[in-house]
């Protein structure tokens, strides 16, 4: 008898240890999910106030996920761009369990859009992303800052005054240099256009006249689709066409000029060049590059050994955009890295 019930106690352990597996990988898929207070209500988002020399101001964020040891923040491009151009994201990080933030910075289409163009300038952008950072309750045990092109700057940037409450970085697509940029623009991929659309891109240029749709026609046919994002323009994703419509382009212009190729003599960032003061950063720090980008991927390279603890990632397959033209490369590498510096192993 009492064989019996010490067989049916052991039983009953095993039945319970098979049933507890389950539920706790369920409790984390719902957990994954679970936001609190007004985001809960909101589906995450949340409007952050910050102040400028200009005033207050409300910019949009939107958590995708909960994952206290693990919160990526998109810094996205343009200048001027917003966050619909991450929207691949959604296809990869969530399964990952990878807490996510996509933001429009102030001027972009979600939030506040200031017409004062004082406030187009770095130095404001990183002080509105210590805002941001704070307001999202982000710190140095969860925070991974992510920034694509021009938020490859601005994250640059950021770390090297604020790297303290930083987990790890993402520079995805951005040359720390806008002089080293523009010369692989007129060295390189000018070089292998079309002489004859080249010649037409250039007196366009050269006349100013940016706002003939021949102008972008051209580079859209002959450039963007070779290097901003391998695929016919008609092909494009819906949410890289619908971030493109809605660019702002008075910021876009002011700092960057009036087109991808290249950043302009007059625009902001024209002399941009951070590349002596990345051996400042001790943050663990991915770099993407990709064979069809219009930056160097052989700079990128280099760059990722300036850092004091920097790894590499390249696209062979990709562009600009390489987050969808390389898409299983770039989200495998990107999820990699977070979880290595998750586990400690950078």
Known sequence: ?????????????????????????????????QYEGTQKMNGGVKMVEISTPSGNFNVWTKQVGNNPDMKVLILHGGPGGNHFWYQSFNSYLPAAHIEYYYYDQLGS?????????SLWNTARFVDEVEQVRK????????????GHSWGGILAIEYALKYQQHLKGLII????SSVPAYNNYADGVLAKQMDPDVLSQIKQFEKNGEYDNPKYMDLLMHNFYNKHILRMPVEQWPEPVVRGLNHLNEQIYVQMQGP??????DEASLSDWDRTDDLSKIKTPTLVIGAKY?????????????????????YCPNGSHMDMYDDQQTY???????????????M
């Open 1 to 33: 008898m009492r064989e019996c019930i010490y067989l049916l106690l052991g039983l009953l352990l095993i039945s319970c240890s098979q049933k507890e597996e389950p539920q706790t990988a369920q409790d984390n898929r719902d957990n994954y999910y």
């Open 109 to 117: 289409w979600f939030s506040d859009q200031p017409q004062d163009t």
């Open 135 to 146: 307001a999202l309750g982000l710190n140095k045990d969860n925070f991974y800052l992510y």
């Open 172 to 175: 995805s697509n951005m040359m």
């Open 259 to 264: 087109s991808e190729f290249g950043i302009t």
């Open 293 to 313: 980008d219009t930056m160097d991927p052989e700079f990128m390279k280099m760059m990722s050994g300036k850092f004091q603890n920097g790894r590499y990632l």
């Open 331 to 345: 989200f495998d590498g990107l999820i990699k890295f977070i979880k290595d510096v998750n586990a400690q192993k």
